[in-house]
């Protein structure tokens, strides 16, 4: 398969960027509605889980899930009903409503992208590239930012221009200036956003241990 030469890439980004915009791809339709919190009043108390029960139990989770490969995106609807496992088993997650709005939801563009037949193999390419979802996210802030992305999903070797985002100068160069631009700012910094499973249990793991034990104590 045909890879896009280096060679004119900053230009192909720079020129399909910075420029006003007068159309953007419409929002997908909102996805059904997340699961509710189990109320405490329906539930029996529980001794709080240990860490390594918390951590074993969001693990598992993810363990068989159809079409899932560590390092795809996730998504608040995959990982509310996760959300419930720890309730039940009896750590209620207060921070959970936090967690859950640092995530893309089902209905966001890039999830629904991501989600199609080539959109999973180009997800499964930028997923092994540091920082690769994150320059997806702050090119979605910038001018024809989605056309930008719908071209490199649907373009033979158009991961290759997030490849070159984050693993070249040039790359590191050329998000350097659009970090001077408007809606370019910070184009080469990670955003808050959790995107895959890794950085999702560091949360998780955090969370507990802020919540639960405040000076650090691991249990």
């Known amino acids: 398969m045909p890879l896009i030469p280096r060679s004119y890439l900053t230009a192909l980004i720079l020129a399909g960027l910075c420029i006003p915009p007068t159309l953007q791809a419409a929002d997908p339709p909102k996805g059904t509605a997340l699961p509710e919190v189990i109320p405490d009043d329906a539930m029996p108390p529980k001794k709080l889980p240990e860490l390594s029960e918390v951590m074993s139990i969001a693990r598992e989770y993810f363990t068989n899930r159809k079409g899932y490969e560590s390092g795809d995106l996730l998504t608040s609807n995959d990982v509310k009903p996760l959300f419930r496992e720890l309730q039940q088993a009896g750590w209620k997650v207060k921070a959970e409503k936090a967690i859950l709005t640092r995530m893309h939801t089902n209905s966001d563009f890039l999830a629904s ?18 920082g690769g979802y994150d320059r997806l996210d702050h090119l979605l802030k910038m001018p024809y930012g989605k056309r930008r992305i719908k071209e490199f999903i649907n373009s033979p070797g158009g991961y290759t221009m997030i490849e070159y985002m984050t693993t070249t100068k040039g790359g590191k160069n050329l998000g350097k200036y659009l970090s001077q631009t408007k809606t370019g700012k910070g184009f080469n910094q990670p955003t808050d956003m959790i995107y895959t499973q890794t950085e999702l249990l560091q949360v998780i793991q955090e969370t507990y241990q802020a919540e639960n034990n405040p000076k650090g104590r691991r249990k």
């Open 113 to 130: 992208q991501l989600s199609t037949p080539k959109g999973v193999k180009f997800m499964r390419k930028i997923a092994k590239m540091p």
